[in-house]
């Protein structure tokens, strides 16, 4: 149901010293509050409002008497405005086509505009015009940037391309709104141009409640007709109300009733003091985008990460059975990173600095084919799958968010370039809150891998540095893999790369029985000691178990595996026959390679193998 209507402007008042001192010397200002007291709404007589240039429209507690300092205990009912006075579709006015609000094809959002946009255009007849008159013309957020002030933008967010995304959404909107107006032959249509409908929407998008949390609702025909942009409902303006700034952990209470919105703090504040609303927790790209400001140092700040690659066949599957759908999203909000710089000795879990789900699809899109075995046949919730897949995924994320690292710094144009005004300014703020929350990510993520790499992974420049003999039997005698050749080509291009031949060696020369006592004397050794116990834990995984269930090895690779077996029985080295008993043969080459392929990830030019 629609609100009575609103009660009509009043005729200006001459304000008394008092009033003037309180409402600051702005007389449009004086009579909007005039017009919301009449209507019974209700301002605190602590609360003075003034404008300034930094802030705009303000409140602060006003000076005691004599000039004495005061403070203002909570809670304290700020300011409250009936709902006969909340601008919003819930009280179209007439001018404005019933077909156009009912419209199914009209999103809410281009409804809502174009609603405000015809009091904007209907001035002093509008019964709003009190509060109208003073929202304002032009904003500070990207949409108004000229091109020198984009430029601060390029590498971020904001720069590649959701500035312009939004640009182009609301212009489909604006001409939607307006072919219909016009089809219609509609008062004025003409008038409702694109930098009307721009002002309308940003005047949305920095001043307005929610609907749904204020406690509005519109006539049901136009509900049930109109696309829903969101689960909040539709935009509404509350006028006096709307006068706050916002300000991150300001404790603030909202309070809808059936006949008003009210503003309550229940701190005590010090005269002189700004008052300020919370918007909630948002980041300085959410501001600038939708207000037009940022905050320096914001504890808010956020980074959106947008990530649209889903799995595919049997990952596909086990990512349905995780039942994570629900809580996925394409964009995920990255915070500052906890004590990044800090080191620990325990590895940490990636959920506590990224978003549970965006994790468990990182795991899911890098397991190998062993892993994917273990999380379809295992614990669904079991985590992490493997150190392999663990490493994997921090290696993942840290090269997906250095990429937009290199882009932010690549155009970083305050680094030669002064701020020249107040948006480049509040750019450059934005710009560097994204770099610290990336900077974090990264540390953070370097002290992960540290942490593993103390106990978990070798590489292969490391076992070859603390196994000197075996280094140099490589450089007198290498890897025959140029000569060797697959089916598509040659070997180490197609089947396996000389870091992992490497470690297929290694693996027939150190996998000795795993009840013989060996103190370690290098990293290396400690390694191969804790792997051997991995291995043997593991079901099928010793050799006998393995050879037991695969006496024959696939044709196509046989002869690839047999040049590789005669260049491990030239090594000469006591423990290849304690290992095996005997010469080594195409189907220990496929047992190592098996456990190669399952527990080794490459990081740059390195390969490590992972417990």
Known sequence: MSEPAPAPAPKRTKLDSEASRRYSEHQYLHELVEWVLQAGGHISEALELYKDEQNGFSARIRPGKNGNLASVGGPLTLVSCPTSLIFSLANPNPSLPALFLESPSLSIHAKACFHLSQHLLLKEQSQFWPYIRLLPKTFDTPLYFNDDEMERLAGTNLGAGDVLLRKQLWME???????????????????????????????????????????????????????????????????????????????????????????????????????????????????????????????????????????????????????????????????????????????????????????????????????????????????????????????????????????????????????????????????????????????????????????????????????PNFAQQLGENPIPVEELEGADGPLYEEIIAKEELVFIIAILQEFLDCERVKTPSSRSEAFWRAFVHKLHSIPGMPFEDFARLNEVVDDESEGVYAAIADYCNSIEREDMQRFIGQEVNSLHITWAWGIVRAKCITVGDDTLLTL
């Not at 998008?205 to 689960?231: A, C, Q």
């Not at 978003?355 to 397991?367: G, K, N, T, W």
Request: aromatic share 10%.
């Open 173 to 467: 909107e604006w001409e939607a709104g307006k072919q219909f107006l016009e089809g219609v032959g509609a008062e004025r249509a003409r008038e409702y141009t694109w930098d009307l409908f721009l002002r309308a929407a940003t005047i949305y998008t920095s001043r307005s409640f929610p609907s749904k949390l204020v406690g509005i609702t519109m006539d049901s025909s136009i509900e049930e007709n109109t696309m829903l942009s969101d689960d909040n409902g539709f935009p509404v303006l509350i006028p006096l109300v709307d006068i706050l700034n916002h300000k991150p952990n300001t404790k603030i209470i909202w309070e809808p009733t059936q006949t008003s919105f009210s503003l309550i703090t229940p701190e005590t504040i010090s005269e002189g003091s700004q008052v300020f609303n919370n918007y909630g927790p948002k980041g300085n790209e959410e501001l600038l985008m939708g207000y037009g400001f940022v905050i320096p140092e914001n504890p808010g700040d956020s980074l959106a990460m947008k990530f649209t690659i889903s799995p595919r066949g049997q990952a596909a599957q086990i990512w349905e059975q995780r039942a994570l759908k629900q809580t996925w999203r394409e964009v995920f909000h990255l915070t500052k990173s906890a004590d990044s710089g800090q080191k620990t000795s325990t590895v940490p879990a990636l959920e506590s600095d990224w978003p549970e789900a965006f994790v468990d699809l990182f795991r899911i899109l890098v397991a190998n084919e062993n892993e994917i075995d273990d999380l379809e046949n295992g614990d669904i919730n079991a985590t992490p799958i493997s150190i392999r897949n663990e490493l994997a995924v921090a290696l993942g994320l840290k090269a997906a968010i250095k990429q937009k690292l290199a882009a932010i710094r690549k155009y970083d144009i305050s680094l030669s370039s002064p701020a020249a005004g107040y948006r480049e300014t509040v750019a450059d703020i934005y710009r560097k809150g994204q770099e610290d929350i990336i900077v974090s990510k990264i540390q953070k993520l370097d002290s992960f891998l540290e942490c593993y790499a103390k106990e978990g992974i070798l590489s292969v420049g490391q076992y070859l540095n603390e196994n």
